[in-house]
């Protein structure tokens, strides 16, 4: 796929894994939609790199609705559309997990992948073109120990995905599962090992070099 002049959303997108996707979609030409529930982070990202903000919640379909609208409306259309927003809760055994925690972290990760998919899905269809990228994780391909919540919402929106990949045939869709990056998404409880992390750009230019091949991979494993 030629990205330039190529109109992208990315949720989530203030910061983080996000903002450096949206680096990279700029420096191809793209128009670059950013999204974010932080309207004064989102205001300043959006002007230091050159993309257009919108301030929106993913847990609200009607927020990604209006994302979808306002998008339509100053660009004229929607090609790429990447659900990007997510939490992240510190390790932990399961029995010790907080489950007001737990419950936001599925809000997020798992009912705003949704939401945001099915905005985009309800347009796409109309033209029967367009793509989809769900960030994904590592973390929906195996097990991993004291990450039991946070691997559960990525096993579910794995599950998502390939569901809506077999329902909509002329909609490219595609996921990603990056192994663990140096974001924001930690806060200030770092997990151990966090130095050796993947850089975000690095990621960020394997999910733009997948898009731009002819038949990119449906499912991009990206790690170390």
Not at 121 to 137: F, Q
Not at 142 to 151: F, H, L, Q, V
Not at 159 to 179: D, V
Request: glycine share 8%; with cysteine; proline share 3%.
């Amino acid at each position: 796929m030629n990205l330039k002049d190529k109109v992208v959303v990315i949720t989530g997108s203030s910061k983080g894994f996000g903002k450096a996707l949206a680096e990279v979609f700029l420096s191809e030409g793209s128009k670059v939609v950013i999204s974010s529930t932080d309207e004064k982070e989102l205001e300043d990202t959006a002007k230091e790199i050159g993309a257009y903000g919108i301030c929106a919640d993913v847990t609200k379909e009607e927020d990604m609705t209006r994302l979808a609208n306002e998008t339509i409306k100053q660009f004229g259309s929607i090609d790429i559309w990447i659900n990007n927003a997510g939490l992240w809760n510190p390790h932990a055994f399961a029995e010790d997990l907080d489950m007001a925690e737990v419950r936001k972290m599925f809000d997020v990760n798992v009912i705003g992948l949704m939401n945001g998919s099915r905005v985009a899905l309800r347009y796409m269809k109309e033209k029967s073109a367009g793509t989809i990228l769900n960030v994904i994780s590592d973390s929906a391909l195996a097990g991993k120990p004291m990450s039991s919540a946070y691997s559960a919402t990525k096993w579910a929106v794995n599950g998502f995905t390939k569901a809506i990949r077999e329902e909509n045939k002329n909609i490219s869709i595609l996921s990603i599962f990056p192994g663990a990056m140096k974001t924001d998404i930690f806060g200030d409880t770092k997990p151990s090992g966090y130095d050796d992390f993947m850089e975000p750009k690095y990621v960020a230019e394997k999910v733009i070099g997948n898009l731009k091949l002819e038949n990119p991979e449906e499912e991009l494993v990206i790690q170390n």
